[in-house]
């Protein structure tokens, strides 16, 4: 029989994390621990209520699939056709992808069917803050290769300007966070390619972002708020050129790895995005790496301290984790 736990963490941010939503300073997780035959799975989700979710809702969401997991023959795929993309979701497939790889010794990415993972540059986050501020913290970051810039509506191009000074030769991604007007899109985007921005990261709000339909942009744009799944993306190709795919948006490594193989299909460029979390969220999210062209999985580095045997950095790379912590 499977047996379940669930346990709510809070882990500590280093200072505090900005976005144009507002600000935290610790990252609240959700882990689904699975055990069968004394093997332990596990996965790990970030509750967002930016999708209406909390941490009570989520860890209640999963209590409530114990019984489910108990039952003969409740796996990834009766999980995927019974409870719906999310945060739940996504620590209950992780954790069970984690226990198939421990009980067969066959590792997830082979099970997944993509190469092995290998070291992959990821962007490393420059909170929102006055130029100055993110001048400062983008100062500190200089020798990375990829920076990704938390910007609001307000002072953008300044913002950027003060990073790109600090960090001359940093490719960089420009996160929006649903902040702009299309107008604003209209008039930003110009100067952003003057500032060699490689990506312009969800623009205009979800929902709103079929004024991008026609729209010529000197930079790629990339979907995020408004892309989940694998459904809806014929929608997205049209306004996008790339799509931002995260596990806690997905529902798990499962639908991800669906929603990947479509994206490419489409012709949509992949970017593999992560929620603030520690290196056991991060680590199935790995395994989609080898599929993207843009990786953002600083979210431990976010963290004033991460997980034991977490993911390693070094100066902008990272390197996959071993077997033990997952998959």
Request: glycine letters at 8%.
């Amino acid at each position: 029989m499977t047996t379940l736990t669930v346990l709510k963490e809070t882990w500590p941010i280093a200072g505090s994390f900005t976005i144009s939503r507002g600000s935290k300073t610790a990252a609240e997780v959700v882990v689904a621990q699975v055990e069968r035959g004394g093997v332990i799975g596990r996965g790990e989700c970030v509750p967002y209520a930016r999708y209406g979710e909390s941490v009570d809702g989520v860890a209640a969401a999963l209590e409530a699939l114990r019984d489910d997991l108990a039952r003969p023959g409740f796996d990834r795929a009766a999980l995927r056709a019974q409870v719906p993309a999310g945060a739940a979701r996504n620590a209950l497939d992780c954790a069970l992808w984690d226990l198939e790889a421990k009980e067969s010794g066959v590792p997830a990415w082979k099970t997944a069917g993509v190469p092995e993972p290998a070291p992959v540059v990821t962007a490393q986050t420059v909170s929102l803050g006055t130029p100055d501020e993110m001048r400062a913290s983008a100062a500190k970051l200089a020798d990375r290769p990829l920076l990704k810039l938390k910007v609001g509506a307000e002072q953008v191009v300044e913002r950027v300007r003060a990073v790109r000074e600090a960090a001359p030769n940093a490719a960089m991604i420009v996160d929006a966070n649903e902040a702009w007007t299309p107008a604003m899109l209209a008039e930003t985007s110009a100067a952003m390619a003057e500032l060699k921005v490689d990506l312009i990261e969800q623009p205009l709000p979800a929902g709103a972002d079929e004024a991008l339909e026609g729209f010529d942009s000197p930079v790629p744009l990339c979907a995020d708020e408004s892309a989940h799944t694998a459904e809806g993306l014929e929608a997205l190709a049209a306004r996008y050129q790339l799509v931002n795919i995260k596990l806690d948006k997905t529902g798990g490594l499962t639908e991800a790895l669906e929603m990947a193989r479509k994206a490419q299909s489409l012709g949509l460029v992949i970017m593999v995005g992560c929620m603030v979390g520690t290196s056991l969220a991060m680590a199935p999210a790995v395994v989609l790496a080898g599929m993207a062209r843009f990786v953002d999985l600083d979210g431990p580095l976010i963290l004033a301290q991460d997980r034991d045997g977490g993911i390693t950095f070094d100066k902008g790379i990272l390197h996959p984790p071993m077997g033990r912590l997952w998959g």
